[in-house]
């Protein structure tokens, strides 16, 4: 496929660019900085700035798939209009874990431990994926990491989930950013989560 990645300099956006391009998919890798995107063959390094709705769409035309891995300060409204403007009609999205449930009806950021310096990403994640799910035309996924987001070895191994947020037997959910990568690029070529959310841990 042909696929668009925006925030591709970034720790997953990088790391979901690799796995694109390992797997032998065409890579539009876009970024405000495209020198610090990682060279790999089939990769085409872009600048870009997806705040500019018309400005994307001239980028991502063609395109098979958009991933975005890109922080919550660009609105889905912004992503799903360039979309159209382009005649893009499949989003991924790197989402957020704070709207994942712990039980039945409290979310993660709704628990004493969630910190409070995180709560404004995590609620810009949470009205993301709200305006995403009033979306009818384009097919989007959302796809939230675990709890714990990190650097790390790529494992190929992990569990996926819904709506509830994963976690092992120590009560612990993490992920690293290669692996999310691979789960990742299997939801692009599988699509088993269309208009929907999920998410994977260890």
Do not use: C
Request: glycine fraction near 10%; charged fraction near 20%.
């Amino acid at each position: 496929m042909k696929v668009a990645v925006l925030g591709a300099s970034g720790r997953a956006g990088s790391e979901i660019t690799k796995e694109l391009a390992a797997r032998g998919h065409q890579v539009l890798a876009i970024a405000r900085k495209p020198e610090a995107i990682p060279a790999a063959p089939g990769v085409t390094a872009v600048a870009g700035d997806a705040s500019d709705p018309a400005a994307l769409a001239e980028l991502i035309r063609g395109a098979d798939a958009v991933i975005s891995a890109l922080h919550f300060d660009v609105p889905a409204t912004t992503l799903l209009s360039a979309l159209r403007q382009a005649g893009v009609g499949r989003l991924l999205v790197t989402g957020g874990a704070a709207s994942l449930e712990v039980a039945p009806g409290k979310r993660l950021i709704d628990t004493p431990e969630f910190p409070a310096e995180w709560k404004p990403v995590a609620q810009a994640g949470i009205a993301f994926l709200n305006d995403l799910r009033g979306e009818t035309a384009i097919d989007w996924t959302f796809f939230s990491p675990a709890a714990f987001f990190l650097e790390g070895p790529r494992l190929g191994t992990f569990r996926l989930g819904g709506d509830q947020l994963v976690v092992d037997a120590a009560g612990e959910s993490k992920i690293s950013f290669a692996d999310y990568a691979i789960a990742m690029v299997d939801e692009l070529e599988q699509h088993r989560h269309p208009r929907s959310r999920f998410t994977a841990a260890y």
